[in-house]
């Protein structure tokens, strides 16, 4: 099935840290919004990590990002995808990432999940020039990391950094 990404990225001129994803779920394009998915540990994680309440909403989502400087992606503008499994991933179209880079404060990358990271690193490592920090997927599909291990690892890269 050939997806495209519905929705434009999340950021502003002050995001400081840029995450992202390989291309939107299709519960995240239902709602419009990024991991959007009940069981996805995206929000769960970084509110733990910020010590702030889970958002409820996207306006609530909007806002945790905003506070904390981080602007949400995907390496993908389309591909073709067999219902939302990364592995899966046929014929992908770019993003284009500079559009981010050079109109915010981008001090450090990360993807979420191997796919993104090998992703970028084939497609948009050379012309971004900033290598990204890889960090483990939140995908319910991910359900051998368990929720402490997550929080672990985005609290010691993303706050330690």
Request: proline share 4%; glycine share 4%; net charge positive.
């Given at each position: ?7 434009g ?48 909403d ?27 499994k ?31 990271y090998?992703?970028y ?25 368990k ?15």
């Amino acid at each position: 099935m050939k997806v495209t990404h519905e929705f434009g990225p999340f950021y502003n001129k002050n995001s400081e840290i840029l995450i992202l994803g390989s291309i939107p779920s299709q519960k995240s394009r239902e709602q419009g919004f990024y991991y959007g998915h009940p069981k996805n540990r995206f929000w769960q994680v970084l509110s733990t990590i910020y010590n702030e309440s889970l958002p409820i909403d996207i306006k609530d989502k909007k806002a945790l990002l905003t506070k904390h400087k981080i602007a949400l992606w995907d390496v993908l503008e389309s591909c073709d995808i067999e219902n939302s499994k990364d592995s899966s991933i046929k014929n992908p179209k770019i993003n284009d990432i500079n559009i981010i880079i050079n109109n915010s404060n981008i001090k450090t990358i990360y993807t979420t999940g191997k796919t993104a990271y090998d992703l970028y690193n084939k497609y948009c490592l050379k012309t971004i020039n900033k290598e990204a920090i890889y960090l483990p997927s939140t995908s319910p599909a991910n359900c051998k990391i368990k929720l402490n291990d997550l929080v672990k690892e985005y609290k010691l890269k993303i706050l330690n950094k």
